[in-house]
């Protein structure tokens, strides 16, 4: 007879699931035996780092893929990272080992005490078997849920279950199948069309879960059909559309107050892959302008329902940006790519500007990155020049620690292209264990480390709060090369622009990263 580990190795190897990444305890090593040769475990030192590897992972592939934890202390270490996966809408299936079942009431050591609730309200489902036989059907219910709604789940399980030998009915969870279409009616994209169509001045707001879901491509090929202006959604954690693009008019300010200010004028917003909106610093007033009707596109039925003004479409984007490009007549568009400016110069330190135009220049066009560097968001898009789908990943909860595990993750999931992540000095200590794994699996990815020695987006809201005084927002000191060089990465400081341009230039074999000293900036 099988035994649920058996079911569930054939389950996961049928799913395409045999990449798992994971920090392993006692109660997590009865389901990793005996894994089958064509898995891979990729060993991450804490677990914050393991979830933000496998955020990059999974959104590099658009694929599920599935965590490994210890108990409830694991799982509470990953629940920072965590954050930034569910606003991602990143796929990730955690699992996490239980004690034996009879132990658990009596809360011996490394019981997870009432597993389901722990986790939530982040996951979108969690669940443990109420018995080894229910082992398959609930790991299966963990992936389909992840997959059906692009959220992470939970499973816990006890890990005397795994050994567990299952009757035949078991077997029934392997060959399951579960698919996804919210394809909106005719009539739904007659009207949508006529109300894009007879709109005076239109505009376009796109959002991260296009560039997610493959639509990249359709998303600029339907802008310059309609013509239309085209901003993308506050706090974007994907770009979904060319930053050098003409028609594109930056990335929306993620106050209220600013975004209604930004979108005056135009009758009709049409918002597409995106929640409306993804807000930061509180900045009141009207939500849109006065006489500005705003309609979202979005397959995420509680960003639909949490809106607070406008009318939503909850569908696939993908019919409806077909049935938009045929429906509406075309309309005049600009063409050619908008040149970069001058970089800005610094005086003690390179400028930020001054680093990401040396990236600009000396990456290829393909050159994914990896961005956590809050307060250099708008010397970012002054000077980078982003033209293919999955350029960008951003922490799209804002919790520190994405950038260094992700850009991991990203270029282990995306090995035909070359991987770049951006990390301020003050997010990298957050994922700093992230190095090792980039080590010993020799991944070739290149870590630029912005050095400034503070908080600078802390600072920028200490001005913005009217608490400019405040303690805990300078982190001198701190020598990444000597760090990295611990980890067994290839590291080296870079002082000035020569060096930088020299250095990007050649192609590691393996990981590697550059301190870079910058000025401190806001992110205005």
């Excluded at 250095?503 to 590697?512: C, E, M, N, S």
């Amino acid at each position: 007879m099988p035994t649920a580990r058996r079911l569930a190795h054939e389950f996961l190897d049928r799913r395409g699931l045999t990449t798992i990444f994971g920090n392993p305890g006692s109660n997590e090593l009865p389901f990793l035996a005996e894994l089958p040769e064509n898995f891979r475990y990729v060993l991450g030192l804490h677990e914050g780092a393991v979830v933000g590897m496998a955020d990059g992972y999974a959104q590099a592939t658009g694929r599920p893929v599935l965590v490994n934890l210890h108990a409830a202390a694991g799982s509470g270490n990953a629940m920072g990272a965590l954050t930034n996966a569910v606003y991602s809408r990143s796929p990730l299936v955690l699992t996490a080992g239980q004690q034996v079942r009879t132990a658990i009431g009596l809360e011996a050591m490394l019981a997870n005490v009432d597993a389901t609730q722990l986790m939530r309200p982040l996951v979108g489902w969690s669940g443990e078997p109420s018995c080894a036989q229910d082992v398959p059907r609930s790991l299966a219910q963990a992936v389909f849920e992840a997959e059906l709604h692009r959220r992470p789940t939970y499973l816990s399980v006890p890990y005397d279950d795994w050994t567990a030998e299952l009757d035949d009915t078991a077997a029934a969870t392997l060959d399951r199948n579960v698919q996804r279409g919210l394809t909106p009616s005719e009539g739904q994209l007659d009207a949508l069309a006529t109300s894009v169509a007879t709109a005076k001045n239109p505009a376009l707001v796109l959002g991260g879960d296009l560039d997610a879901t493959g639509l990249f491509d359709r998303a600029v090929a339907l802008a310059e059909h309609l013509g239309l202006p085209t901003w993308v959604a506050p706090s974007p954690h994907r770009l979904p559309f060319p930053n050098r693009h003409p028609l594109f008019r930056g990335v929306l300010p993620a106050g209220i107050a600013p975004v209604s200010a930004a979108l005056t004028g135009h009758d009709l917003v049409l918002v597409l892959g995106a929640p409306v909106f993804r807000y930061h610093q509180h900045v009141p007033g009207r939500f849109l302008p006065e006489g500005t009707r705003l309609i979202q596109v979005t397959d995420d039925f509680g960003a639909a329902a949490r809106a607070p003004m406008g009318e939503a479409l909850v569908a696939d984007p993908a019919p409806v940006i077909e049935a938009l490009l045929e429906k509406v007549p075309a309309r005049p568009s600009e063409s050619g790519y908008v040149g970069c400016p001058e970089p800005k110069t610094g005086g003690k330190a390179l400028h930020p500007e001054q680093v990401f135009a040396a990236l600009r220049d000396a990456q290829t066009g393909d050159t994914r990155y990896v961005v956590e560097s809050t307060s250099t968001n708008s010397a970012w898009w002054r000077q980078m020049d982003l033209r293919r789908a999955g350029s960008y990943f951003f922490p799209a909860a804002g919790g520190l620690g994405f950038g260094l595990p992700a850009a991991v993750g990203v270029a282990m999931g995306s090995p035909d292209r070359p991987v770049v992540g951006v990390i301020g000095d003050g997010s990298a200590n957050y994922g700093i264990t992230a190095l090792w794994t980039a080590a010993h699996y020799r991944v070739p990815v290149t870590f630029v480390i912005l050095r400034n020695g503070v908080y600078g987006a802390l600072q920028w809201f200490g001005e913005l709060l009217g608490t400019p005084d405040v303690p805990g927002t300078e982190i001198p000191g701190l020598d990444f090369t000597a760090i990295a060089a611990g980890y067994g990465v290839e590291a080296t400081a870079v002082t000035d622009e020569d060096d930088l341009y020299a250095q990007l230039k050649t192609t590691p074999d393996g990981p590697r990263l550059l301190q870079v000293d910058t000025e401190p900036t806001t992110p205005e």
